[in-house]
């Protein structure tokens, strides 16, 4: 099993900036990729951004420009930066880890979620 556990979140101020980290902690062999999702109330939940293990960013229209997402596979990290809040940005945002088992196992991808960080933006 794997556990993550984010940090971050809270009270933004429109205009402002968010941190978001996110820890993995368990049995990881390796990971295929990463990334932050976020659930608006009474909306679905939403792909933020997303890192491959060879590094290649996915970034939702609503985030492009404004958005910095890293990951660490060393140790199994993961950083959202996020500038220029608007209220549309407050929902709860997830840790989302895709990890691989050993292609001798059959390199299966489980999905990985954290429990969520509550971020609202408001003045």
């Known amino acids: 099993q794997v556990q993550l556990v984010e940090s971050g979140g809270g009270l933004v101020q429109p205009g402002g900036s968010l941190r978001l980290s996110c820890a993995a902690s368990?049995?990881?062999?390796?990971?295929?990729?990463m990334g932050w999702y976020r659930q608006a109330p009474g909306k679905q939940r939403e792909l933020v951004a997303s890192?491959?293990?060879?590094?290649?960013?996915d970034f939702a229209d609503f985030v492009k420009g404004r958005v910095a997402i890293s990951g660490d596979h060393n140790d199994n990290t993961l950083t959202l930066r996020m500038d220029r809040l608007n209220a549309g940005d407050t929902g709860v945002y997830y840790c989302?880890?895709?990890?691989?088992?050993?292609?001798?196992?059959?390199?299966?991808?489980?999905?990985?979620w954290g429990q969520g960080t509550h971020v609202t933006v408001s003045s």
């Open positions: 368990g049995s990881i062999f390796s990971i295929y990729a």
């Open positions: 989302n880890f895709k990890v691989q088992a050993p292609s001798w196992s059959g390199g299966r991808i489980t999905d990985y």
């Open positions: 890192i491959t293990s060879g590094g290649n960013t």
